[in-house]
């Protein structure tokens, strides 16, 4: 198993710019997850899905877009990218009560 | 809602001594609680988890970590540190809602280990 993968692991770009993240995970878990991270801040829930077809907010979502057509694949969307939205983001995936992580996504926006 | 504080943001250790890391958390029910080690540069690997059960909890690396409800408590210890657990460290606090599951951190650890 890969676990829970992403793409890019580094990206700039300039404030209006669109993008996505790619989260990927082979281990049939319906639930998935992004976060961002900051410093002194810890991690924050952007968006959340419990399954194919479904996807909720979490605690930060302004700015961000997602969408599950597949177990497998939950891409984050920066529609018009902001410098507020340079940050780690991360994507974890869930089976149980535990979420395991993929190892980030570093994003600066100019 | 539930929330986490690590009140130590900054901590420095020698390599051989023992580490005690603070986690208290907010939170109605009994809780689900994690701690999280995160290196310079990657993702965060789970080193242990409480759902019930013994309140004394192994995990990897040689960390374990006591469940204390009266203090509302999850600190994580290792007993002899070594060079490469220098990392920050995350606990954890998480939440069921319907199906939603909700992973409230706190702010992290940052574990220095002098040789």
């Known amino acids: 198993n890969a676990g829970v993968t992403q793409t890019p692991k580094f990206q700039v770009l300039k404030t209006g710019q669109s993008m996505t993240l790619q989260c990927a995970q082979d281990m049939n878990h319906e639930y998935m997850s992004w976060y961002r991270q900051d410093p002194g801040m810890g991690l924050r829930l952007i968006h959340y899905?419990?399954?194919?077809?479904?996807?909720d907010q979490g605690e930060v979502p302004n700015g961000y877009n997602v969408s599950r057509s597949t177990t497998e694949d939950f891409p984050l969307r920066l529609l018009s990218a902001a410098p507020s939205q340079t940050s780690v983001y991360f994507c974890?995936?869930?089976?149980?009560?535990?979420?395991?992580f993929g190892p980030g996504t570093r994003l600066l926006v100019l | 809602a539930q929330s986490v504080t690590q009140p130590d943001i900054h901590i420095t250790v020698s390599e051989g001594a023992s580490l005690e890391l603070r986690c208290n958390y907010s939170y109605g029910a009994t809780p689900y609680l994690f701690w999280y080690v995160q290196s310079p540069g990657q993702g965060l690997q789970l080193l242990l988890k409480?759902?019930?059960?013994?309140?004394l909890v192994q995990g990897i690396k040689g960390f374990e970590a006591e469940f204390k409800r009266s203090q509302s408590s999850f600190n994580l210890r290792k007993p002899s540190v070594h060079w490469s657990d220098a990392a920050e460290y995350f606990c954890?606090?998480?939440?069921?809602?319907?199906?939603?599951?909700?992973?409230?951190f706190g702010t992290g650890t940052r574990l220095q280990v002098t040789l």
């Open positions: 899905s419990v399954g194919a077809g479904i996807t």
């Open positions: 974890a995936s869930r089976v149980g009560e535990t979420q395991y």
């Open positions: 954890a606090v998480g939440a069921r809602s319907g199906t939603a599951s909700k992973l409230t």
């Open positions: 409480y759902f019930s059960g013994d309140t």
